[in-house]
């Protein structure tokens, strides 16, 4: 089937709730993808962080394979063997005490606000239905009904209300304003330690430090949301230790499935997760034998390969490579590690734009905030890789800007 006729088809099925890029990807393999019509392209996107350990990982198939053969899924109404050896990795690499599994990275949000809310009523002596969580604006956690009654994004609010109370927003970076936002009813802060939909936002030096300082003075948990950041994307294994601003709370998801299957995780203190006893919460599919074999795998590969240092050192030399370019379309470059924001003006052109050239010239990525490219491979590309990747971007910018200039 051609790609023209394979869109018409999908846009006749499919609720119209996403905007792709226009490509119909059939393959993968390390950093590369190919289209229908078997053309090539690097991955600058890795599916938001989830194939960090590149398409198709042999160890991780591998892994898939064993583990399908013996069993998939029995629920949690049983014991198995493969939970208790993923959770013991987490809790050794976060430093956390108790965790709990469930597979996309919102149900891990939900799972962290319900742990945080029922701390803060039966630890905390919060009144009953009175327990506050502070978030941050712009910031991005997901999409079910609770979450997108803190979200400042218009567009993931519009008709879906009455919301969620219960929530109260400052800035993202601000520790005066973390600080001036707590009552005596405040249970957590949730926050992303970078946030990544808003366009990759890097806050001020010392801010995590502070914003821990500020959580242990006032007797309110520390919740990092690291879907997106976590498992060596940002060149740490999690961004909380660019500061060593050890959480309460740490939401995983995203690559913690090996770009194979949705595994996710909610870890964090004693004191707080003893409290979710039986009955309170729980997913059918959550810690299923066959993603935890394949996420124990990953959590393997990454320390065993180094990634976290990789991202750091090739992240670097992404960052350098890209302020080289002095485009008068770009106003700004930000990032750390394999996670970068290209911020275009847009008086001159949109992200959009820049990204279905990137497209056509064999490179993909997606925009968010119509201004912001991002540029988020596999962490397993090499330098070689990464240069070919950058070589098309400083291409398509080119000619975006001979274009405009002629117009």
């Not at 919102?106 to 502070?134: D, F, Y």
Request: net charge negative.
């Amino acid at each position: 089937m051609s790609m023209k006729n394979y869109l018409k088809w999908e846009s006749q099925v499919c609720a119209p709730n996403y905007n792709p890029i226009p490509v119909v990807l059939c393959r993968g393999e390390g950093v590369w993808l190919w289209d229908l019509d078997d053309k090539k392209y690097i991955d600058m996107m890795s599916a938001y962080s989830a194939v960090s350990h590149g398409h198709c990982n042999p160890r991780l198939l591998k892994a898939l394979q064993e583990q399908a053969a013996m069993v998939c899924i029995t629920s949690r109404a049983y014991h198995t063997d493969r939970l208790a050896p993923l959770m013991q990795k987490l809790l050794d690499m976060s430093g956390m005490d108790l965790g709990l599994p469930m597979n996309t990275g919102a149900e891990a949000v939900e799972t962290a606000i319900k742990a945080a809310r029922r701390w803060g009523h039966e630890a905390k002596g919060i009144p009953e239905n009175q327990a506050e969580i502070i978030v941050c604006s712009q910031n991005f956690h997901g999409r079910t009904t609770t979450i997108i009654s803190f979200s400042s994004e218009p567009e993931y609010k519009r008709g879906f209300g009455a919301f969620t109370p219960g929530f109260v927003d400052i800035p993202f970076g601000d520790a005066d304003a973390l600080r001036k936002a707590i009552t005596p009813n405040t249970a957590a802060f949730l926050v992303e330690p970078m946030q990544g939909e808003a366009g990759i936002i890097i806050p001020p030096e010392g801010w995590m430090t502070e914003v821990r300082k500020i959580c242990t003075e006032n007797n309110v948990l520390l919740i990092f949301d690291e879907v997106q950041t976590g498992l060596g994307r940002t060149g740490k294994m999690f961004a909380f230790q660019h500061e060593n601003a050890i959480p309460d709370g740490l939401i995983l998801g995203k690559a913690l499935g090996g770009g194979i299957l949705p595994v996710s995780a909610f870890l964090g203190r004693r004191d707080m997760m003893e409290l979710l006893t039986p009955g309170s919460h729980g997913s059918t599919f959550g810690g299923n034998p066959l993603g935890c074999a394949v996420a124990l795998e990953g959590l393997k590969i990454l320390e065993e390969d180094d990634l976290a240092e990789k991202s750091r050192v090739m992240g670097e030399y992404m960052m350098n490579r890209l302020m080289s370019f002095d485009s008068p379309m770009v106003r700004d470059v930000r990032g750390k590690g394999l996670w970068v924001g290209v911020d275009f003006h847009p008086h001159i052109i949109s992200a959009r734009e820049v990204c279905e050239r990137f497209m056509e010239n064999g490179a993909l990525s997606k925009e968010t905030h119509d201004t912001v490219v991002r540029l988020a491979p596999p962490l397993t590309i090499t330098k070689e890789e990464l240069d070919y990747a950058l070589d098309i971007l400083e291409k398509t910018i080119r000619e975006l800007e001979a274009e405009k200039l002629a117009s």
